[in-house]
């Protein structure tokens, strides 16, 4: 499967942002959809994951309550809906696919997923 992530750009703290990722190829249903990001010189984090049909969702602690997650099957598209971003959000955004027989699986690990979108820069300025 091929992932097209979109909708990064620069914003003010405080500020909301949705992002996309489009995939192609594969049967969408089948795969665990995840956004990890990567600041300068950090390493790549978990931020949140769905489960195939889009009933469970997980997040890192530091989103939980302004980030949400979640997936148009039909239209083979996750999302990450942003809301009060600060500045310590800034980093490039990642989604990831994994297919998995469990409905009701999520993984954290980016060591789990096996298909990786290109990345989009979201910066929040202070």
């Known amino acids: 499967v091929q992932l097209q992530a979109s909708g990064g750009g620069l914003v003010q703290d405080g500020d909301s942002l949705r992002l996309s990722c489009a995939a192609s190829?594969?049967?969408?249903?089948?795969?665990?959809m995840g956004w990890f990001r990567q600041a300068p010189g950090k390493e790549r984090e978990f931020v949140a994951a769905?489960?195939?049909?889009?009933?469970?969702?997980v997040y890192e602690d530091s989103v939980k309550g302004r980030f949400t997650i979640s997936r148009d099957n039909g239209k083979k598209t996750v999302y990450l809906q942003m809301s009060t971003l600060k500045p310590e959000d800034t980093a490039v955004y990642y989604c990831?696919?994994?297919?998995?027989?469990?409905?009701?699986?999520?993984?954290?690990?980016?060591?789990?997923?096996?298909?990786w979108g290109q990345g989009t820069l979201v910066t929040v300025s202070s």
């Open positions: 990831a696919a994994r297919a998995t027989a469990y409905v009701r699986k999520t993984y954290r690990e980016a060591r789990d997923y096996d298909y």
């Open positions: 769905i489960t195939r049909g889009g009933g469970s969702t």
């Open positions: 190829g594969g049967t969408y249903s089948d795969y665990v």
